[in-house]
């Protein structure tokens, strides 16, 4: 039993050592694997990382535009929801933009909904301008709206 002892002590601080001096020399390497990276490769990281979070990375302003599309004797007024979208990403293409908007009066009651889909690409750190044909009532003073969904690529 003596001479057991001493043995696995032995072993359990040449396990500690080891163990460490594993874990210094691989920290070490991946350290020196991040530093050496070609720029492709972490253009490449970046672009799956962008593309799995592209719709938190738009952000834009809208307005509604009313227009009278009626002739020189006729008057036929139509509202219009324009605006623009920008991309905050760094690599990654963002297109076919989903966009919820919702209509509200003056008292802040819900008129009405209209969903639709920009079908454009937007380049990263650029803008695109939409305009989308809305029918809404006269009534609406307000409206809000929402990215809900966009592709990446």
Do not use: C, H
């Amino acid at each position: 039993m003596k001479k057991i002892l001493p043995i696995i002590i032995v072993g359990i601080i040449t396990g500690a050592i080891g163990f460490f001096a594993g874990k210094t020399v691989g920290y070490d390497e991946a350290e020196r694997m991040q530093k050496y990276r070609s720029v492709e490769s972490i253009k490449s990281d970046l672009k799956e990382r962008e593309i799995k979070i592209v719709s938190t990375l738009l952000n834009g302003t809208a307005r509604i535009e009313t227009r009278n599309e009626g002739g020189f004797f006729s008057s036929k007024k139509s509202k219009y929801l324009t605006g623009k979208i920008t991309n905050n990403a760094l690599v990654a293409k963002a297109k076919d933009v989903k966009v919820i908007v919702t209509f509200l009066s003056k008292t802040k009651s819900e008129i009405g909904k209209a969903e639709f889909t920009i079908y454009e690409y937007i380049e990263p750190g650029k803008s695109q301008s939409f305009e989308k044909k809305v029918n809404v009532s006269q009534d609406v003073t307000e409206f809000s709206w929402n990215i809900v969904n966009a592709k990446a690529e």
